[in-house]
């Protein structure tokens, strides 16, 4: 595989032939990095990186998540109407926050990190077998960059895919070098994703089991995204700023950091917190809420340490016939004559078919929704 690099002239840049020849070696970025490269190919340099730093964002440090603990949440009253509250404001203004007491060992934790670390570490030619861009009918594949043909600049990062609910892949689709705690670690996010929608339920100011009842919670999609170092990360970015297509995100990351959000109009730093998760709301939760909660933009940014890992779960149906069978909009508790509808209805189905099809350029999605 032969890629044009920064230090090229560009008269012999083919970037279609390029992204193919990526995409046909099925190393991934990752490939890349073992062959030795000093300099990144030209299909993963981002424009906007060039740009004059002054018509970015600022610099987001004097913010920071907010970190809600969850212990005792159904224990004390008093306690839960206090969470609940700091779950409205952080939805309301962030669309960010991170969740400590959240009842999964920090042991599960690491060895979900170390278990994304096997498989994308793992023997090349074991990896390639579920190298796939099947994104309808296959429940379990790896590859580079989900939207490759669709960015303008390829990200520098890999991934694990696999749907675990509502219809789990059978035991010999796993990767076996992480199988066991793909399992695991995905029951147990089931289960703080169950506690999860009740608080932000009650948040909206609706009963417990509203956005269970709307099956917010009936869908889980795992990826496990491996961030390698990069020679030149001032060039490109691990992920491009976007926004998620669920309803809600559980994200753990290991302690490299690279994670910012948009606050404010800064880019704030996710900072790693040694058993924490990060929560973050979805489009469809935007939605479904009528703008009251918020998804916002974020991105990852491209490093020359690591490799940096993190796992995201997003809580939305993904195959049929489960994304099409319901069609969502706002709810109707959440509007009046004075807080009208802002979108019309969608399915799962064809909203993510929407998000793959424009890639992450930083448009909301939601945007083809509005009335």
Sequence with gaps: MV??????????????????ALDDSKAGVKG????????????????????????????????SIPVISLEGINQDPTLRARV???????????????????????????EMI????????????VKKELY?????????????????YQSPAANWRDTLSCVMAPRAPNLEELPTVCRDIMIDYSEKVKALGATLFELLSEALGLN??????????????????????????????GTTQHSDSSFLTVLLQDQIGGLQVLHEDQWVDVTPVRGALVVNLGDMLQLISNDKFISVNHRVLAQN????????????????????????????????????????????KDFVAHYYTKGLNGVSALEYLKL
């Design 114 to 125: 170390d278990g994304i670390r096997r498989f994308h570490e793992q023997d090349q030619e």
């Design 84 to 110: 609940i509250e700091q779950v409205r404001h952080a939805c309301e203004s962030w669309g960010f926050f991170q969740v400590v007491n959240h009842g999964i060992p920090v042991h599960d934790l690491e």
């Design 132 to 148: 796939s861009r099947d994104y309808t009918n296959r429940l379990v594949y790896y590859n580079t960059n989900f939207d490759l």
């Design 208 to 237: 417990p089991n509203h956005l269970k009842d709307l099956s917010c919670a009936e869908g889980l999609f795992f990826l496990g995204h491996y961030f390698p170092a990069c020679p030149e990360p001032e060039l490109t970015m």
């Design 3 to 20: 890629l044009t690099t920064t230090s090229s002239d560009g008269f012999n840049y083919d970037r279609k032939s390029e992204l193919k």
């Design 32 to 63: 890349l990095v073992d062959a030795g490269l000093a300099k990144i190919p030209r299909i993963f340099i981002h424009e906007q990186q060039k740009l004059n730093k002054a018509t970015s964002p600022g610099d987001g440090s004097n913010f």
């Design 305 to 348: 340490v690591g490799p940096r890992i993190s796992v995201a779960c997003f809580f939305r149906q993904h195959l049929p016939p489960e994304n099409s069978s319901r069609l969502y909009r706002p709810i109707k508790e959440l509007i009046s004559d004075e807080n009208p509808p802002i979108y019309r209805e969608t399915t799962i």
